[in-house]
C-alpha cells in the first residue's frame, strides 16, 4: 500500500487526550488513515513525500450543528436585528417558503456550494439537520438531499409549528408519519425546546419517539432564556444540547454528572451529554455567549459549532468561531481547536473516527498558512486556511 508523508511541518496539534503539540512534526499516511506521527527527524521513509513549508497542522473541523438545507435570504431580517429588533422563531417560516420553492437542482446545487465552502475552510466531518420543511413531504426531500452530501443528517422537523396548525396535531406529525418518512436518510433527531417553538412536553414526545425508532438525540436548548432543554437532554441521553446560552446551577450539575462514566485522561467509558456552543449565532443574535469556561471547568466535555443557517449564522468558518471562543469565551487556544475537532466529533458519535491526528484515525487534516496554532486567535479574520486532506486525499487548496 503507498505511502506520504506530510513533513516540514512547523508543529502539529493533535487534539489527542494530552492536548499534545509536536514541534518539527511530520505525518504519515497510508490507506486514508494516519499511520505515524512525530518528529520529522524521526520519521519513516514514504513513497511520497509532501513539503508542508512550515506550515502548522492541526484536524479537519468537526462541525456538528449546522442547517445548510435551505434557500432565500433573510439579511433584511438580520439588518432589523442589528438595529434593536429582537430575536424569535418566527423568523425560520420565511426560510420554509423559499426552500419549499427551490427545486431538487436547486436545493441541491445550494448545499453543495456550503458544503464546500466549508471544506475549503478546513471542515472535513459535517453534520446538517432538516427543518425548512414543516410538512412530511419536503422534510423527507430535505433529508434526502442532505444524505448525499454531509456526513450525517439530523432530523429537525420539530423545529417551528407552521403559521396556522395546531400545535399538538403538529407534534404528532412529526413523531409519526414524518419521522417515518425521514427515516432512511437521518442518523439524528432534533428538537427546538424553547420559547415560541416547542413546550417541554411536546420536546420530551419527539424525543421519546425518535429514541424509539432508534435514532441518536439532540436537543437545541436553552438559547433564549432558562429552559428545560438540558434537564431533557441529560434526561433522555441525548448526545448534545446546543446554544446552551442561559444555565442556572441545576442545569451546570447535570450536565456535568452526564459526564461521570466518562474520562477524559483516557477518553474512554460511556460519554455525557456534549454542551455545543455556537458564538458565532451568539454574536449575530446579541446573545450572551455561552459559558464555555465555566462548563469545561465543571468537568463537562464542549464542542464548537457554526450553526449555519440564514436567519442567525450565516458562516461555516470554524476558525471564526475558535477565534471567537479564546477572545471572548476565555478557552485556551487548544481547548477552543480541540472543542472544534474532537468535541464536535463526541456530539456526532464519531470520536473513534476523526477530530484528532492520532494513529489509526482517518486522515483528515488541514494546514494553515500560518506557522503556528495559535494564530487562528492571534490574526482572527484573517483567511489562513491552507490545504485540506480528508482521508489523506488533498481536497481543497494547494501544496
Not at 465552502?117 to 442532505?146: D, N, Q, W
Not at 475537532?341 to 489509526?360: F, K, M, R
Request: charged share 20%; proline share 4%.
Amino acid at each position: 500500500m503507498s505511502t506520504t508523508l506530510i513533513t516540514k511541518l512547523s508543529e502539529a496539534y493533535t487534539a489527542d487526550a494530552n492536548g499534545t503539540l509536536i514541534t518539527d512534526a511530520a505525518i504519515l499516511l497510508e490507506g486514508g488513515k494516519i499511520a505515524w506521527i512525530g518528529k520529522a527527524a524521526d520519521a519513516p521513509e514514504a513513497g511520497t513525500v509532501i513539503d508542508a513549508g512550515g506550515r502548522a497542522a492541526l484536524p479537519g473541523w468537526v462541525d456538528s450543528h449546522t442547517h445548510l438545507v435551505f434557500a432565500g435570504d433573510r439579511s433584511r431580517e438580520f439588518a432589523a436585528r442589528m438595529a434593536g429588533e429582537d430575536y424569535a422563531a418566527g423568523g425560520i417560516a420565511v426560510t420554509t417558503a423559499a426552500t419549499t420553492a427551490a427545486s431538487d437542482y436547486e436545493l441541491t446545487r445550494l448545499v453543495l456550494g456550503r458544503a464546500a465552502e466549508a471544506l475549503a475552510a478546513g471542515t472535513t466531518y459535517l453534520e446538517t439537520k432538516t427543518g425548512y420543511g414543516l410538512e412530511v413531504e419536503e422534510e423527507a426531500r430535505h433529508a434526502r438531499i442532505a444524505s448525499t452530501v454531509v456526513d450525517k443528517v439530523t432530523f429537525l422537523g420539530a423545529h417551528l409549528v407552521p403559521p396556522g396548525m395546531d400545535a399538538q396535531e403538529y407534534t404528532e406529525l412529526v413523531c409519526g408519519e414524518m419521522l417515518k418518512a425521514v427515516l432512511p436518510y437521518v442518523q439524528f433527531a432534533d428538537v427546538f425546546c424553547e420559547r415560541g417553538a416547542f413546550t417541554e412536553a411536546q420536546s420530551r414526545q419527539v424525543l421519546a419517539a425518535a429514541r424509539d425508532a432508534g435514532l441518536g438525540l439532540r436537543v437545541h436548548g436553552n438559547q433564549l432564556g432558562q429552559g428545560p432543554g438540558v434537564r431533557l437532554a441529560v434526561e433522555f441521553g441525548a448526545s448534545s444540547v446546543d446554544h446552551v446560552n442561559h444555565l442556572d446551577e441545576a442545569d451546570m450539575a447535570a450536565l456535568a454528572g452526564s459526564w461521570g462514566q466518562w474520562d477524559p485522561r483516557t477518553r474512554s467509558g460511556t460519554p455525557g451529554t456534549v454542551a455545543t456552543c455556537l458564538p458565532a449565532c451568539d454574536l449575530s443574535t446579541r446573545q450572551p455567549l455561552a459559558r464555555g469556561r465555566e462548563l469545561l471547568d465543571a468537568g463537562v466535555q464542549i464542542a464548537l459549532a457554526s450553526n449555519c443557517n440564514p436567519g442567525t449564522s450565516y458562516t461555516s468558518s470554524m476558525a471564526f468561531c475558535v477565534a471567537t471562543a479564546v477572545l471572548q469565551m476565555h478557552l485556551g487556544i487548544a481547548e477552543a481547536i480541540s472543542a472544534a475537532t474532537y468535541g464536535g466529533a463526541l456530539a456526532l458519535g464519531v470520536q473513534d473516527l476523526v477530530g484528532s491526528l492520532e494513529v489509526g484515525k482517518r486522515a483528515d487534516i488541514q494546514l494553515l498558512n500560518a506557522p503556528a496554532v495559535a494564530h487562528l486567535a492571534y490574526r482572527p479574520g484573517m483567511n489562513l486556511a491552507g490545504p485540506v486532506f480528508r482521508a489523506g486525499a488533498l481536497v481543497a487548496g494547494r501544496l
